[in-house]
């Protein structure tokens, strides 16, 4: 089972994390799954970038991105080569290193 290191996030994960993921759930299901709350304003349906994050190791092992979520990530604060939509990034059988950025262009957080 792979695993996904979430690094240390002043919010999210102070700590920094290592959890288990399944192979074919995404990022933001498992990260969620272990009680780090990613933002996902538009409840993982590919229509905002608050569940932005940036695939620091085991990029590759991801499929490709689609024009929607190219579309949408190029929205996002802070975007970069290896950035993807933790909504859509689907774990394959390599161990990731992920990073929350420290912002989001969310105007409204969840639960407000």
Not at 15 to 36: C, K, N, S
Not at 82 to 90: D, E, I, N, P, T
Not at 94 to 100: F, G
Request: some cysteine.
């Amino acid at each position: 089972m792979p695993q996904i290191i979430i690094l240390p996030h002043a919010e999210q994960c102070p700590e920094g994390a290592v959890i288990e993921a399944q192979v074919g759930e995404t990022v933001l299901d498992a990260a969620l799954r272990h009680g780090i709350e990613i933002e996902h304003a538009c409840e993982k349906s590919c229509a905002c970038t608050t569940c932005h994050v940036v695939i620091r190791e085991g990029f590759d092992s991801l499929e490709e991105s689609d024009e929607l979520e190219d579309d949408m990530l190029d929205k996002a604060w802070g975007l970069e080569p290896q950035s993807r939509l933790s909504c859509q990034a689907v774990v394959a059988d390599r161990d990731l290193v992920v990073e929350i950025p420290k912002y989001t262009i969310n105007q409204v957080s969840e639960g407000h």
